[in-house]
């Protein structure tokens, strides 16, 4: 799980505007739940609940605190079903995949000016 901060004086809209854009800029299928919830799925195609504890797609969950303003980046696929045979490769690739894209919201927040 991942917590960024955010500024006081930036509206919901803007950061999640501004995280949309991000996720969907790299491929990643956006489904925003309500105004301060979504869910991104890498592939462009969604990532069931189901299918996250076998799936090798990257599935992240995006919450909003306005009050305390924090963004929260949460993994929630975890690749278990291909531990056995990929010996934790595919938990290596999918914790990868979710770190470059902390990164990139983190850097174009602070593009944006709103952290």
């Known amino acids: 799980m991942a917590r960024i901060d955010f500024r ?3 509206t919901v809209e803007q950061v999640m505007r501004t995280v949309r854009e991000t996720f969907q800029s790299r491929d990643y299928l956006w489904e925003q739940t309500d105004a301060e919830n979504a869910v991104a799925s890498e592939g462009g195609k969604p990532v069931r609940t189901a299918a996250l504890p076998v799936s090798q797609r990257v599935r992240v969950s995006i919450t909003i605190n306005a009050k305390k303003h924090k963004l929260t980046l949460t993994l929630e696929s975890i690749g278990a079903a291909y531990s056995a045979a990929g010996g934790g490769w595919f938990y290596i690739q999918l914790a990868s995949s979710y770190r470059k894209m902390v990164k990139a919201v983190r850097e174009d927040l602070a593009a944006a ?3």
């Open 8 to 10: 006081p004086d930036a």
């Open 113 to 115: 000016a709103l952290r």
